[in-house]
């Protein structure tokens, strides 16, 4: 085993491949890394979700809806492996949703400047709304493929957002890679008396499409980590599992570690 941490201890070599730690653009070091994507319909808080993970805060106050895409970075430690997870954020409208499946599938990292240029093909894109997204639409399904993890978010307290779960898990299957980690999310569990779909009907669906699936809530924080932290897990087995290792489950992981409603203040 050779040494390549700046703290001397053993290298995660697996299959003669050494994980060198890497540098992002700040001073982090990670082991790994991985694309995680937040989508679904505007509104259900994919953006709130991702700031909740990030900074520990909620975006209360008027709602700003994402342009576009953007994507932050967390380095998570996972039993002593350094996992970034370079985090997308989708715009749910509609008018977007050609150009976001291009991020399915997107090579590695993106600098911010992609980002920004993105977001000036967006608008552009805005200008050919109708005829502009068919002509882009071959192009942009190309990047769906290469996202390890995409969660799937609705809102509990709209109904809407979870009858559009199917079509969104039509895409995912359509565009996204065959091994790609999906987990449901019902967002805003907090909403107790304007929930609309019950954990029930949430649980079913999930069983239905063999995907994971918990209730979180951006605003109290309930699940929230454990969302992002299910996806790091599953890379880091997949990256260092040994033929002998057992198979990781990120459903069975999810279903033993989530908090349910009322079950705990979180
Ligand atoms: N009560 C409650 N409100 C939430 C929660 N998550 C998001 N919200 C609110 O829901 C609204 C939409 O949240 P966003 O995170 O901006 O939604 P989004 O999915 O990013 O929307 P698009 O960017 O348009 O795709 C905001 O007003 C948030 O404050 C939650 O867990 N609980
Ligand atoms: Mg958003």
């Not at 569990?189 to 304007?194: K, L, R």
């Not at 999810?254 to 908090?259: D, I, L, S």
Request: a neutral charge.
């Amino acid at each position: 085993m050779g040494k390549d941490k700046s703290n001397g201890t053993d290298a995660a070599v697996h299959n003669g491949v050494k994980q060198q730690p890497n540098r992002q653009m700040s001073t982090e070091l990670y082991d790994i890394s991985s694309k995680v994507m937040l989508i679904g319909d505007s509104g259900v808080g994919k953006t709130c979700l991702l700031v909740r993970f990030k900074d520990g805060a909620f975006l209360s106050g008027s709602f700003i809806s994402t342009v576009g895409i953007d994507f932050r970075n967390k380095v998570v430690d996972v039993e002593g492996t350094k996992v970034k997870l370079q985090i997308w954020d989708t715009a749910g409208q509609e008018r977007f949703r050609s150009i976001t499946r291009a991020y399915y599938r997107d090579a590695n990292e993106k600098s911010k400047e992609a980002v920004e240029c993105s977001k000036i093909i967006f608008f552009l894109l805005q200008i050919w709304d109708t005829a502009g997204q068919e002509r882009f639409r071959s192009v942009t399904h190309a990047y769906y493929r290469d996202a390890h993890a995409l969660l799937l978010l609705y809102d509990v307290s709209n109904k809407a957002s979870f009858d559009n779960i199917r079509a969104w898990l039509g895409e995912i299957n359509e565009y996204a890679q065959e091994d790609v980690v999906i987990m449901l999310l019902g967002n805003k569990a907090d909403m107790t008396s304007e929930r609309v779909i019950r954990t029930e009907d949430g649980e079913r669906l999930a069983n239905e499409y063999n995907v994971a699936f918990m209730e979180t809530s951006a605003k109290t924080g309930m699940n929230v980590d454990l969302a992002f932290m299910a996806v790091a897990k599953d890379l880091k087995m997949k990256k260092t599992r040994k033929p002998t290792d057992p198979k990781f489950s990120v459903t069975d992981y999810v279903n033993q570690e989530k908090q349910s409603v009322g079950c705990c203040s979180s």
